[in-house]
């Protein structure tokens, strides 16, 4: 094997943290996970074990061809490997058509998704988790500062446009961090383990999610201006509309984005297109 793969991967090789993660999925017997970049297969064997059913996708073609070997000389039915990029695959209809997924008589069956996640594809596939249907849970591995990110409160300095749009639809947890040798090789960042359970209750529906996160990136770029001009920049309204609208929702025209709960934002967002 060579130093550093080809993808530029940092394996797992932490035998207590792989049983962390699972345990993060609260797995039950029959489950079906969907793996995002399983690697050298040291998490796939953790979930096997627990008698889960995997869909595991991997981009690196060796490493793919050699957990189809090991799963050969395993002959479980359990698992399903999928070479590709996990940014252009389907995957609900990996999961809908996968030979190890039971038939069901819904077109997408209940599923788990986890993950060690590349840093530098983070938020598109975060994006891509929360893309309905939902999955019950999602656990990623993610770099100390996109954690932080996702469950940071408003007000505080890592609160931003991640933070809203993906609190909007699900509950937040930052699990507990993650050393760097815990990795092979080491990474140059610290990790964290987060879990994503999508809300009974989402703040936005699936048709307004896409206007949703343009209008808080939008709103959160002009995160030091007061709210007043930043509502007139993102949706255009004049200044007499805006402030009317702001009293009528009952907000600060003096605020500033960062101090706004993502109901608020929702709220802002539907004011805005005269909902």
């Not at 995957?91 to 590349?118: E, M, Q, Y």
């Not at 996160?213 to 030091?224: H, S």
């Not at 930043?230 to 600060?252: C, F």
Request: glycine share 8%; charged share 25%; with cysteine.
């Amino acid at each position: 094997m060579s130093r550093r793969p080809p993808l530029g991967q940092h394996f797992l090789r932490d035998p207590k943290l792989l049983t962390q993660i699972v345990d993060a999925l609260e797995p039950a017997p029959g489950d079906v996970v969907l793996e995002i970049g399983a690697g050298r297969g040291s998490l796939t064997e953790q979930l096997l074990a627990r008698g889960l059913r995997v869909v595991a996708m991997e981009k690196d073609r060796r490493l793919a061809a050699q957990l189809g070997t090991r799963n050969a000389e395993r002959g479980t039915e359990l698992l399903t490997i999928v070479h590709g990029d996990a940014l252009q695959l389907d995957w609900h209809a990996l999961i809908d058509t996968g030979s190890a997924v039971p038939r069901s008589d819904f077109r997408v069956p209940r599923f788990k998704i986890v993950g060690n996640i590349p840093y530098a594809i983070t938020s598109p596939l975060i994006d891509k988790a929360l893309t309905p249907p939902l999955p019950e849970r999602i656990v990623f591995l993610v770099q100390r500062e996109v954690a932080e990110r996702l469950a940071a409160r408003p007000g505080s300095r890592a609160y931003g446009a991640l933070s809203v749009g993906v609190q909007a639809t699900c509950r937040v947890e930052r699990l507990f961090g993650v050393r760097a040798g815990a990795f092979h090789p080491a990474p140059q960042v610290a990790s964290a383990l987060v879990r994503l359970t999508p809300r009974p209750d989402p703040l936005v529906t699936p048709a307004e999610t896409r206007a949703f996160r343009a209008f808080v990136t939008a709103c959160f770029t002009r995160r030091r201006k007061q709210l007043r001009n930043v509502v007139m920049a993102a949706t255009g309204r004049p200044a007499a509309a805006v402030l009317a609208g702001l009293a009528q929702l009952e907000l600060d025209p003096a605020a500033r984005p960062e101090t706004l709960a993502p109901e608020q934002f929702v709220r802002l967002l539907r004011w805005g297109r005269g909902l």
